[in-house]
T-cell receptor
Framework: DTEVTQTPKHLVMGMTNKKSLKCEQHMGHRAMYWYKQKAKKPPELMFVYSYEKLSINESVPSRFSPECPNSSLLNLHLHALQPEDSALYLC????????????FGPGTRLTVT | AQSVTQLDSHVSVSEGTPVLLRCNYSSSYSPSLFWYVQHPNKGLQLLLKYTSAATLVKGINGFEAEFKKSETSFHLTKPSAHMSDAAEYFCVVSDGQTGANNLFFGTGTRLTVIP
């Protein structure tokens, strides 16, 4: 199984809402990532978890809060977002954070109104 | 400093004709290079990777790329385009160090395949 799954596929939320994005992989990978992708742009790295610990935070605003409850699951909690946060949020995983080959999920299309 | 330049933002080819997507890189180290493909409303899929072994790299779906150090290029080719190849393609370079924060993405090339 080489699949990374993400839910929901689409999410519309107001600026005062609290919501969460979920990502799951069952490949035994020990590194998981969150990326943000704006339209017609490449993905931008947000967070890296290695062995369930946050190892990289690319200066992401605190309204984005990642969580890694176990080695298969990665969440991104959203609160008080701004319209400019509307984007495709991609989750990825790799064997470890020292390997480049990343497997990406299909993404969650987020719209902030 | 590391950077990637994808020379064409959009390439259009007819079905059955060759595909060439151009990528030039700048790296202070011996780089690792990758091509990813992204179909509409999908995640990224690794097509192929160069990590200092053979300079001609074969990937999935009939794609290949040649690492040319003298030209600092890593162009992606396919002999015959298929309708299913229509997608966004990203060239990615590492800076010689491991870790996702040491990957640099190009701005992407949109490939259109005309029936």
């Amino acid at each position: 199984d080489t699949e990374v799954t993400q839910t929901p596929k689409h999410l519309v939320m107001g600026m005062t809402n609290k919501k969460s994005l979920k990502c799951e992989q069952h490949m035994g990978h020990r590194a998981m990532y969150w990326y943000k992708q704006k339209a017609k742009k490449p993905p931008e790295l947000m967070f890296v978890y290695s062995y369930e610990k946050l190892s990289i935070n690319e200066s992401v605003p605190s309204r984005f809060s990642p969580e890694c409850p176990n080695s298969s699951l990665l969440n991104l909690h959203l609160h008080a977002l701004q319209p400019e946060d509307s984007a495709l949020y991609l989750c990825a995983s790799s064997q470890t954070d020292a390997t480049y080959e990343q497997y990406f999920g299909p993404g969650t299309r987020l719209t902030v109104t | 400093a590391q950077s990637v330049t994808q020379l064409d933002s959009h390439v259009s080819v007819s079905e059955g004709t060759p595909v060439l997507l151009r990528c030039n890189y700048s790296s202070s180290y011996s780089p690792s290079l990758f091509w990813y493909v992204q179909h509409p409303n999908k995640g990224l899929q690794l097509l192929l990777k160069y990590t200092s072994a053979a300079t001609l790299v074969k990937g999935i779906n009939g794609f290949e790329a040649e690492f040319k150090k003298s030209e600092t290029s890593f162009h992606l080719t396919k002999p015959s385009a298929h309708m299913s190849d229509a997608a966004e393609y990203f060239c990615v370079v590492s800076d010689g160090q491991t870790g996702a924060n040491n990957l640099f993405f190009g701005t992407g090339t949109r490939l259109t395949v005309i029936p």
